[in-house]
C-alpha cells in the first residue's frame, strides 16, 4: 500500500512530502496508521539545530504518537486491527539476546549502549502508516487502550510516562509532601497533574515568564498549587512557600537550561529527591554543569538523593497507560487549545507553535 511520510532534509529545512511503499506485515509484525503525533521539545531542538544521535538525513521526526492497527502479521496475538495502541520514544535496540533489552533482559533500555529512540536511530512518525519489526512488537513498549478511548490522550502517552518515571523512582516522595516543579511547561505540567493525582500537599510552581506560568495556575491549579516567579529572590521565595518544613521533599528540573540546574541544588534539604529531568542538550551535544555534593554530610545525614530520568522504561509506559485509562488527569484537555491544533501538512507551523512561550501540547492531527 502507499503511505505519505514528511522528510526533514536537514535542521532547519524543509519537510517535503513523500508518497512511499508500505508492505503487508509480516510474522510477528503489526502495521500501524498514524492517527494522532503530539510534539515534544526535542522535536524543536531537531528541527532547530539537529541532535548528534541522527547520522542520517533526511530525517522523520515525531515520536509522542498513537496508532490504529492496521493489520497484523502471523503469530501476532497480543494486537488486532482496529486497537488503538500508544508508543513510547525509547526502545529496545533489536537482540533478543541483550542483558538489558532482550526476552530476560532487566527492560533498562536506556542503559543499553545500543539503545534506540524513534525519530533519533529509528524513524519516527512523521507519516501516515508504519510496520513494527517482529522485536518491537514482542518487546517494545506499545500498550493498548480500552476501546473509544481518546486519541488525543493516547498520544501523551511517552511523555506522561517520562514523568511518572521521575517521580515514582523514589517511593513515598510524593504524597502528602511538597514537590517542586522548575520550569511551566508541558512536562511541570503532566507532573503537576500526577502530583495532584497522587496526593501532594503543596505543588510549587517555578517560571520565569508569567505568561504561561499564568495559563497552567489558571488552567491545573487548585488550593495546593502556587505559583512562584523565577526572580533574583527565586529561593527565598520557594523555601517561605514550604513552611511549616524548611525545604521541598521532591525538586523536579523540566527546564532544559543550564540556570535550572544551578538552582535546583539550592533547594536541597533534608531528605530532598531530585530529579534531573530535563537535559540540556543541543547540535554540539551536551554540556557539563559541574556541582559538588557532599557524600557523607548531604548524602549521608541529609538523606538526599540526586537522580535523573530521561525517556521511559516499560514500567513508565505502563504506569501512564494506567494513569490515562483509568483518568487520573480529567484536565488534560486543557493543554491543547484550538491554536495547538494542526493538520499533517502543517508540521513546521506545529513545531513552531510548540516553541511559543506560552504553549503547552501540540496535536497533530492524521486522520
Not at 554543569?289 to 537522580?307: F, G, S, W
Not at 506545529?350 to 501540547?361: E, M, V
Amino acid at each position: 500500500m502507499q503511505a505519505l511520510a514528511y522528510y526533514l532534509d536537514q535542521p532547519s529545512g524543509t519537510f517535503t512530502a513523500k508518497q512511499q511503499d508500505v508492505p503487508d506485515p509480516g510474522p510477528g509484525e503489526v502495521r500501524l496508521r498514524v492517527a494522532k503525533t503530539s510534539v515534544c521539545q526535542s522535536d524543536v531542538v531537531i528541527y532547530k539545530v539537529g541532535l548528534p544521535r541522527i547520522k542520517e538525513w533526511p530525517a522523520l521526526l515525531l515520536h509522542e504518537v498513537c496508532c490504529v492497527v492496521d493489520a497484523v502479521g502471523d503469530g501476532v496475538t497480543k494486537f488486532a486491527p482496529g486497537d488503538l495502541v500508544g508508543i513510547g520514544c525509547d526502545i529496545p535496540c533489536g537482540d533478543l539476546d541483550c542483558i538489558y533489552c532482550g526476552r530476560d533482559g532487566t527492560g533498562d533500555w536506556t542503559s543499553c549502549p545500543n539503545t534506540q529512540a524513534t525519530g533519533h536511530e529509528f524513524p519516527g512518525f512523521a507519516r501516515s502508516h508504519a510496520v513494527l519489526p517482529a522485536w518491537f512488537v514482542e518487546l517494545g513498549p506499545i500498550v493498548k487502550f480500552p476501546p473509544g478511548f481518546n486519541p488525543d490522550h493516547a498520544c501523551q502517552l511517552e511523555p506522561l510516562a517520562c514523568c511518572l518515571e521521575g517521580m515514582t523512582r523514589v517511593n513515598a516522595c510524593i504524597e502528602n509532601r511538597i514537590v517542586v516543579l522548575l520550569g511551566a511547561g508541558s512536562q511541570s505540567t503532566y507532573a503537576l497533574q500526577c502530583a495532584q493525582a497522587m496526593g501532594a500537599r503543596k505543588i510549587i510552581l517555578v517560571n520565569r515568564g508569567a505568561e504561561r506560568l499564568e495559563r497552567v495556575l489558571r488552567d491545573f491549579g487548585d488550593d495546593t498549587v502556587v505559583g512562584v516567579r523565577w526572580d533574583d529572590n527565586v529561593v527565598e521565595n520557594v523555601l517561605r512557600e514550604c513552611l511549616p518544613f524548611n525545604e521541598p521533599h521532591f525538586v523536579m528540573v523540566n527546564a532544559p537550561a543550564q540556570p535550572a540546574y544551578e538552582l535546583a541544588p539550592k533547594l536541597m534539604g533534608y531528605g530532598t529527591v531530585l530529579d534531573a529531568h530535563a537535559g540540556v542538550k543541543g547540535a554540539a551535544g551536551k554540556p557539563r554543569i559541574a556541582h559538588e555534593v557532599d557524600l557523607n554530610n548531604d548524602i549521608h545525614y541529609r538523606l538526599q538523593v540526586y537522580q535523573a530520568t530521561h525517556g521511559s522504561s516499560m514500567r513508565g509506559i505502563n504506569l501512564a497507560a494506567q494513569f490515562l485509562s483509568d483518568g487520573k488527569l480529567p484536565k488534560l484537555d486543557l493543554m491543547t487549545n484550538d491554536s495547538e491544533r494542526f493538520k499533517h501538512d502543517k508540521i513546521p507551523q506545529a513545531i513552531a507553535r510548540a516553541s511559543d512561550s506560552d504553549s503547552l501540547k501540540v496535536i497533530i492531527d492524521w486522520d
